[in-house]
């Protein structure tokens, strides 16, 4: 999300730049009667005096949509980029989520009998919230757990973190 | 960074949204005037238009320079590293006796970039570290700091920040400057064989 709203806002000040220069430019020949350089202003605004409200109910539907998704899109709440590690004195330690889940998963996958381990790490107050989607027999569920205990401790320190394991399919013990 | 970006947009997706939304209810007569045939640009607004010239040109003009130059703000804003952030200016010393300064006495400039780059070097020689980047913004004198350091996903992290903390400390203590907070991003990789340092 940070990623698309970064190219969003940079695709906005560019034509917020080009359109804002351009009209300019179009007002600047306009008051020295040079006539339309770019933009067909008269012919724009001879075809939105021949437009009703009714002809141009589509382009208002899709305005009014595209805004709702965008604000909807803006307003909800994405799970954070980083999750915190620690905060000491004046320096603020945080590990990228995303490399965390992926550690989790392969480290699940290679470490346990479950197959297919995929991680959700989700940051609140003070624990990290972890979700591991695996699988993997009932009976091995507990040694999961314990597993990715382990190497979460090791990484964010005790008593961090609160893990769920949720089979996805079970896996039969050969 | 981010989170002025989201409110812009979100402040664009509203409206957007009541346009599309002001336009269809106009349509279905909502407003009291039956305007579903009426036309999106009515005459008696262009004829307000025209009794304003050349002055509503002007104003048009000036609302475009403002916008033309937020545009630009925004574009130059989304270019810079560390989410807008002021990119930290040369570190400079000036030559003094102790108890006097004589600004003739010449003066030693030493490159945000090679302060920022001999960083990353030194934090690439701590134990667990795969690759670093760091950048420093706003004063030279108390700068801001921030890492990413990809690391060993093996590695101990507690001995690693501490021996990150150190490396920063001996910055501060060789250019005479304490970074006033540091922002410190680890991404976990894994490796392999691991390095001797």
């Known amino acids: ?174 | 960074m981010d989170r002025r970006n989201r409110v812009r947009l979100a402040l664009l997706g509203l409206l957007l949204l009541a346009f599309g939304v002001a336009g269809l209810l106009a349509r279905a007569d909502v407003f009291g005037a039956p305007a579903a045939s009426s036309a999106v640009l009515p005459e008696g607004l262009v004829a307000r238009w025209d009794r304003y010239d050349p002055w509503n040109l002007v104003a048009v003009g000036i609302v475009a320079l403002l916008l033309a130059w937020y545009g630009w703000r925004l574009v130059r804003a989304q270019l810079r590293r560390g989410g807008g952030r002021a990119q930290m200016g040369d570190l400079e010393y000036r030559a003094a006796e102790p108890g006097r300064q004589d600004a003739d006495r010449g003066r030693t400039t030493v490159r945000a970039a090679a302060i920022s780059h001999s960083t990353e070097a030194a934090l690439e020689r701590v134990r667990g570290v795969e690759r670093a980047v760091v950048g420093l913004f706003g004063s030279p004198y108390e700068p801001e700091l921030r890492a990413r350091l990809d690391v060993n996903a093996n590695a101990d992290l507690t001995q690693l920040r501490h021996n990150v903390s150190a490396v920063l400390e001996r910055l501060a203590t060789t250019t005479g400057m304490p970074p006033r907070s540091a922002d410190i991003t680890l991404r976990l990789i894994e490796r392999r064989q691991s390095r001797v340092s």
Do not use: C
Not at chain 1, 46 to 67: E, S, Y
Not at chain 1, 153 to 170: C, F, K, T, Y
């Open chain 1, 1 to 174: 999300m940070r990623a698309f709203n970064r190219v969003l806002s940079l695709l906005l000040g560019l034509a917020l730049l080009a359109g804002g220069l351009l009209v300019a430019a179009e007002v600047a020949a306009a008051l020295l009667d040079r006539g339309e350089l770019v933009i067909p202003a008269r012919r724009w605004a001879d075809a939105l005096r021949a437009t009703t409200f009714t002809d141009a109910r589509v382009v208002f539907g899709v305005v009014a949509a595209v805004g709702l998704v965008l604000f909807v899109a803006e307003a909800r709440r994405w799970p954070k980029r980083r999750v915190p590690l620690a905060d000491d004195q004046q320096r603020s330690w945080w590990l990228l989520r995303r490399s965390l889940e992926q550690y989790l998963g392969r480290v699940v996958t290679t470490g346990t009998a479950a197959t297919g381990a995929r991680a959700r790490v989700r940051p609140r107050r003070r624990r990290l919230q972890v979700r591991l989607d695996a699988d993997v027999a009932p009976t091995a569920k507990p040694a999961v757990e314990q597993h990715a205990a382990q190497v979460l401790e090791q990484l964010i320190g005790p008593d961090r973190s609160e893990i769920r394991v949720r089979i996805r399919r079970l896996e039969r013990v050969a």
